[in-house]
DNA sequence: CGGGTCGTCCACCTTTCGATAGATCCTTGC
DNA sequence: GCAAGGATCTATCGAAAGGTGGACGACCCG
C-alpha cells in the first residue's frame, strides 16, 4: 500500500490536531508535518515534499490562497485541498484560481475529509457539494458566449483581421502580416464594424473577447 | 413527502427505460414524462414543467446542449441534469455553459444518478468526480488573473478612466461622464498606457479584461 | 453570354487618438 | 514655511483611425 504524505497548516492549534487525528487515524494517511501559517506551510512543503497539502484559507501573515499560489508555481508541486471554515466565494474561487485541486468546508464529516485527501492523491478534483452550484454558475458565467449567428457575417479575411486586431495589432501592423495596404485593411475594419454593429476598434477588441473570438493568453 | 417531477430525454430505448425504471424506482421521484431528442425534450418540458430533467448530450437532431440552452432561457427552468457517455470536455463544457446543474457520466451507479437527482433538486449542484478536475482546471484558466503589482501604478483617477476606457468609450466620452476636458482625458490615457507598458487604447483594453477589471456582462 | 452579387483591394478626407509641455492644487517631510 | 513630489487638469501638433467612393476579379444564375 502506497502511503500518502499529507502536511497540514492551520493556524489554529485545536483543528490543527483534529485534522492530524483524523488523517493519521488511516493506514494509508501520514501527516508527515503541520504549519501555522502560509508562510511556513510553503517553507515545509518545499522541504519535506508531501504529496497532499490541506491548507486552511484563513491564517494570519501570509494566508491560504497566497500560500498556494506561491506551491502551485513550484516544481513537482504538491496537490492542494483548501479547506474553510467560511463559504465565501472569494475563498472557494480564490483557491481555485491559485491551483487548488480541491475545496472543502470545514463542517465537513471527517471520512469526507479523508476521501478527499485520497482523491487528490489519485489525481482528480473535488469540489465541497455545498459549493458545486455556485462553481458552475460562476463557470457559465465566465465562458465565452460560442459563436454568434453574427459571425457568419465576416468573410475569411475579415475575421482574420478581427482577430489580429483583437490582439492589438494596428492597420499598418495588420496589412504587413497579410502583405496588403493599409487602406485596405481600414476597409476591412469599417466592414467589420458595420456588419457587427460596432463603433470602434475597441468595441471589436472587447467583442471578440466576449465571444471566445480571442482567447485569454495562458498563464 | 414532496414528489419531484423527472423528464428523461435519450434517444436510445434501452437507456430511456433504464433511467426511467431506476429513477420510478425511488418512491420520491416520478418520471412524468421522457423524450427522444432535443427538440422533444424542449417541447415536453414547457408542456409537463418537470422539476428535474435528466438530459442525455449526444442525440440526433437538436443535441442535448442545444436543447439546455433553450430551456434555461425559459421562464421557471427545470434543474438540468447533463448525461453522457462520452466523457469530451466539449461536452462537460458545453452542458455547463448552456446552462446545465449537473452533470454525469453514464457508467455512474444507480444510487449515483438518483442522488444527483436529489440534490439538483435541492438547489444544489453536481459535478462527476470523474470530471471534476478537469472543471477546476479549466475555471482557474478562465478567471482572471488578480490585479497584479503593476495596477497600484494606476491613480483612482486612472483606473477610473481604464475602465470606462475598457467599455468602448472614445475620450470625449469619458471626458462627459467625468465631467472634465477632452485634452485631461487624453493625459490619463497616455499615464495609463506609459505606466503599464501599453502601446494603444486597444492594448488597455485588453489588458483591463485579462485582469478582470472589467467583466462580461450578464448574459 | 451578360448581369448581379460578393470578396478583396486602393485612395481621399475628416475625426479621433497619442505624445509632449506646462499649469494648478494638495500632500509630505525637512 | 517651503520645497519636492504626485495627482489632476489644459492646450497643441503630428500620427493613426474611421467614413466614403470606387476599381477589379471570381462566382453564380438565368
Do not use: W
Amino acid at each position: 500500500m502506497v502511503t500518502i504524505r499529507v502536511l497540514v497548516a492551520d493556524d489554529q492549534e485545536a483543528a490543527r490536531e483534529a485534522l492530524r487525528l483524523i488523517l493519521n487515524g488511516e493506514p494509508d494517511i501520514d501527516v508527515i508535518a503541520t504549519a501555522v501559517d502560509g508562510a511556513e506551510a510553503v517553507h515545509q512543503a518545499l522541504l519535506r515534499r508531501p504529496d497532499v497539502v490541506v491548507m486552511d484559507l484563513r491564517m494570519p501573515g501570509m494566508d491560504g490562497i497566497a500560500a498556494i499560489d506561491r506551491l502551485t508555481a513550484a516544481e513537482s508541486a504538491p496537490r492542494l485541498l483548501a479547506l474553510t471554515t467560511f463559504d465565501l466565494d472569494e475563498y472557494l474561487f480564490g483557491a481555485l484560481r491559485a491551483g487548488a485541486a480541491g475545496f472543502l468546508l470545514k463542517d465537513s464529516d471527517p471520512d469526507v475529509l479523508i476521501a478527499a485527501v485520497r482523491e487528490l492523491h489519485q489525481g482528480r478534483g473535488l469540489i465541497d457539494p455545498q459549493v458545486t452550484g455556485r462553481l458552475i454558475s460562476r463557470f457559465a458565467a465566465l465562458s465565452p458566449r460560442p459563436a454568434t449567428p453574427e459571425l457568419d457575417l465576416l468573410t475569411p479575411r475579415e475575421h482574420h483581421v478581427l482577430r489580429l486586431l483583437a490582439r492589438g495589432m494596428s492597420n499598418g501592423e495588420i496589412a504587413a502580416a497579410c502583405t496588403i495596404e493599409e487602406g485596405t485593411v481600414k476597409t476591412h475594419v469599417n466592414r467589420i464594424l458595420t456588419k457587427l454593429g460596432l463603433r470602434t476598434r475597441v468595441h471589436a477588441a472587447i467583442y471578440a473577447y466576449e465571444h471566445g473570438i480571442v482567447t485569454r493568453d495562458a498563464p
